[in-house]
């Protein structure tokens, strides 16, 4: 191997053609965090080469270089989870969150595995949400900005029982209404979160707005396309 | 020189060649080409119905009265048109997204003509609808949002074969192609 290279297992997040025989790809790997790469695709001979940077597979690259953009020396698959329609832009939902909220050449092996997991779970099953709420809740702990759901931020004391509570997506949970920016959430769902577990329906929809909230508060304004697309979606259907 | 860089494939070397033969050997040529690329520019535009690349208002298949009116082929691009026509049977009409579906890269279905589309559909003449996207991520994205448009308005849609191209060897496919061409195997 040349000297200076690094390898690491990662998906490709996202891929943009550059010059007529390259792309650059951002990729998420294991060890290095999220990488921006430079690979040369050939279109014409067989197209292997553009089959193996499509996202959602599990490919071991070898890169080298200095500065932000690296330059990719070569990339084998090792595994790929075969989405279908609706999964895959589940999977770019993924993805999107992972290009926007993660910094470059961080490692952050808990994400990775969890991203690992939830498109193995959007291959394997055939409901997507609870999978999706679960990486978003990893993704939140992961980069430092995990719910507290034991303080009520009002008083700075413990969160007192009750039937429902008032979540800010800056502040968090409180008995009290604060004000502008909270809505009302039903205990049952801060206890569905507090024990991971996404797979109820019943408070499937006030879990899904925590979380979604608090998410949008660190993309600081900026939109989410694919969240659009499952909107402009539902909207076809109806 | 610089101008001529614009185009795909075409290094700081290989304009300066290209720039150096028109003006030396080629200047009738060049004249020709000026004037070719001005007029193109100016008299080309998009086809009303199908939005590929026409001098027509509407472009020569989508004025063809012999064709199949039922049927209607959806495709990124107008270069695969022209891949269609010539190396398959196919009589329907077609409809150029030029493009895909991106969410990452911020294109969305307002950026494909998709509302075009739904008028489209909406006239009740089509009876099937071809989704010849590309086998990306991006383009099975795309296939899948029109194909729930057409789902809304009852119509049949299906989705060109994946497989093992002519002349491939087992060996060497990658590992997403060989799983689909087995699951979707055909009787023989």
Request: proline share 4%; glycine share 6%; net charge neutral.
């Given at each position: 191997?040349?000297?200076?290279?690094?390898?690491?297992?990662?998906?490709?997040?996202?891929?943009?053609?550059?010059?007529?025989?390259?792309?650059?790809?951002?990729?998420?790997?294991?060890?290095?965090?999220?990488?921006?790469?430079?690979?040369?695709?050939?279109?014409?001979?067989?197209?292997?080469?553009?089959?193996?940077?499509?996202?959602?597979?599990?490919?071991?690259?070898?890169?080298?270089?200095?500065?932000?953009?690296?330059?990719?020396?070569?990339?084998?698959?090792?595994?790929?989870?075969?989405?279908?329609?609706?999964?895959?832009?589940?999977?770019?939902?993924?993805?999107?969150?992972?290009?926007?909220?993660?910094?470059?050449?961080?490692p952050m092996p808990s994400i990775y595995s969890s991203y690992q997991e939830t498109l193995k779970s959007l291959a394997e099953e055939n409901i997507?949400?609870?999978?999706?709420?679960?990486?978003?809740?990893?993704?939140?702990?992961?980069?430092?900005?995990?719910?507290?759901?034991?303080?009520?931020?009002?008083?700075?004391?413990?969160?007192?029982?009750?039937?429902?509570?008032?979540?800010?997506?800056?502040?968090?949970?409180?008995?009290?209404?604060?004000?502008?920016?909270?809505?009302?959430?039903?205990?049952?769902?801060?206890?569905?979160?507090?024990?991971?577990?996404?797979?109820?329906?019943?408070?499937?929809?006030?879990?899904?707005?925590?979380?979604?909230?608090?998410?949008?508060?660190?993309?600081?304004?900026?939109?989410?396309?694919?969240?659009?697309?499952?909107?402009?979606?539902?909207?076809?259907?109806? | 020189?610089?101008?001529?860089?614009?185009?795909?494939?075409?290094?700081?070397?290989?304009?300066?060649?290209?720039?150096?033969?028109?003006?030396?050997?080629?200047?009738?040529?060049?004249?020709?080409?000026?004037?070719?690329?001005?007029?193109?520019?100016?008299?080309?535009?998009?086809?009303?119905?199908?939005?590929?690349?026409t001098e027509h208002d509407v472009c020569d298949i989508c004025s063809s009265k012999s064709r199949d009116l039922k049927q209607l082929c959806i495709?990124?691009?107008?270069?695969?048109?022209?891949?269609?026509?010539?190396?398959?049977?196919?009589?329907?009409?077609?409809?150029?997204?030029?493009?895909?579906?991106?969410?990452?890269?911020?294109?969305?279905?307002?950026?494909?003509?998709?509302?075009?589309?739904?008028?489209?559909?909406?006239?009740?003449?089509?009876?099937?609808?071809?989704?010849?996207?590309?086998?990306?991520?991006?383009?099975?994205?795309?296939a899948h949002y029109i194909s729930e448009m057409a789902g809304a308005r009852n119509i049949k849609t299906s989705r060109i074969a994946q497989g093992?191209?002519?002349?491939?060897?087992?060996?060497?496919?990658?590992?997403?192609?060989?799983?689909?061409?087995?699951?979707?195997?055909?009787?023989?």
């Amino acid at each position: 191997m040349t000297q200076g290279a690094q390898q690491s297992n990662g998906f490709v997040l996202h891929s943009r053609r550059f010059r007529e025989n390259s792309r650059i790809l951002e990729v998420f790997t294991e060890t290095a965090g999220r990488i921006a790469v430079v690979a040369r695709v050939s279109r014409r001979k067989g197209g292997s080469s553009a089959s193996v940077y499509q996202p959602f597979r599990k490919l071991s690259v070898h890169w080298r270089g200095r500065g932000e953009l690296q330059n990719i020396l070569s990339a084998e698959e090792l595994e790929h989870f075969p989405l279908s329609s609706h999964a895959s832009l589940c999977g770019l939902y993924c993805n999107e969150l992972l290009l926007y909220l993660t910094s470059k050449f961080i490692p952050m092996p808990s994400i990775y595995s969890s991203y690992q997991e939830t498109l193995k779970s959007l291959a394997e099953e055939n409901i997507f949400e609870p999978a999706l709420r679960r990486f978003e809740f990893v993704l939140l702990e992961e980069l430092g900005f995990g719910l507290d759901l034991e303080t009520d931020h009002l008083t700075g004391q413990l969160l007192v029982d009750a039937e429902q509570y008032y979540y800010h997506p800056a502040m968090g949970l409180s008995s009290k209404n604060p004000g502008q920016g909270s809505f009302i959430v039903p205990a049952e769902a801060i206890d569905a979160i507090r024990k991971q577990d996404f797979s109820r329906q019943s408070n499937a929809k006030a879990v899904k707005l925590i979380l979604a909230s608090t998410i949008d508060r660190l993309l600081d304004g900026r939109p989410l396309k694919s969240r659009q697309l499952f909107r402009d979606m539902v909207k076809i259907n109806t | 020189m610089d101008a001529l860089r614009c185009l795909p494939g075409v290094g700081p070397k290989t304009a300066q060649r290209m720039a150096f033969h028109l003006l030396e050997r080629e200047r009738d040529s060049a004249n020709v080409l000026a004037d070719t690329l001005k007029t193109a520019l100016e008299k080309i535009g998009r086809c009303e119905r199908c939005r590929t690349f026409t001098e027509h208002d509407v472009c020569d298949i989508c004025s063809s009265k012999s064709r199949d009116l039922k049927q209607l082929c959806i495709v990124e691009n107008p270069a695969d048109v022209l891949a269609i026509e010539q190396s398959t049977s196919y009589r329907g009409y077609y409809f150029v997204l030029m493009g895909r579906l991106s969410p990452l890269d911020g294109i969305g279905p307002e950026d494909l003509g998709l509302d075009k589309l739904g008028n489209r559909l909406d006239e009740n003449e089509i009876k099937e609808i071809i989704l010849a996207t590309n086998l990306t991520v991006e383009g099975e994205v795309t296939a899948h949002y029109i194909s729930e448009m057409a789902g809304a308005r009852n119509i049949k849609t299906s989705r060109i074969a994946q497989g093992v191209p002519v002349g491939g060897e087992l060996e060497y496919i990658d590992s997403y192609t060989l799983s689909h061409a087995f699951e979707s195997r055909t009787n023989y």
